[in-house]
């Protein structure tokens, strides 16, 4: 709950979801495991990456959804999370923007549960610099 649009709900409804962060082998199998990744389509010369697979638990992937959402259009503490989302808005659109900003915000989440620690928005910005 110490990152900023993160509440008591999404919160609660992500520790219930997850319910170990052990049992992952690294954070960015938490996005494929709620189901904010591409559906993968192969078949011989096609490779397409498709829409969000939608895996998993539905209410948590809405309420990150929602949260993301609060961090891209309403002014929250600014941080390197929002700067690479609205940057990545103004190439891919706000809807796909977000869904990949809730992702980022699941491996954030489950970082900071698995090393017990607190958000920094330094860190953040860090991470974002270099996811960039």
């Known amino acids: 709950m110490?990152?900023?649009a993160v509440g008591v709900i999404a919160a609660l409804a992500f520790t219930a979801v997850i319910d170990t962060p052990a049992r992952f082998g690294n954070a960015r199998a938490v996005g494929a495991y709620l189901g904010?990744?591409?559906?993968r389509y192969q078949s011989g010369e096609i490779d397409c990456a498709g829409h969000i697979s939608?895996?998993?638990?539905?209410?948590?992937r809405s309420y990150l959804f929602q949260s993301a959402n609060a961090i891209l259009t309403r002014k929250?503490?600014?941080?390197?999370?929002?700067?690479?989302?609205?940057?990545?808005?103004?190439?891919i659109g706000l809807r796909r923007a977000t869904v990949a900003v809730a992702r980022k915000l699941a491996v954030i989440m489950h970082t900071l549960w698995h090393k017990d620690r607190d958000f920094d928005p330094q860190l953040a910005e860090a991470a974002a610099v270099a996811a960039a």
């Open 2 to 4: 110490t990152i900023p």
């Open 36 to 39: 904010l990744t591409p559906r």
């Open 54 to 60: 939608k895996c998993g638990d539905p209410l948590a």
């Open 76 to 91: 929250v503490k600014d941080s390197g999370l929002r700067d690479w989302g609205r940057a990545l808005a103004a190439r």
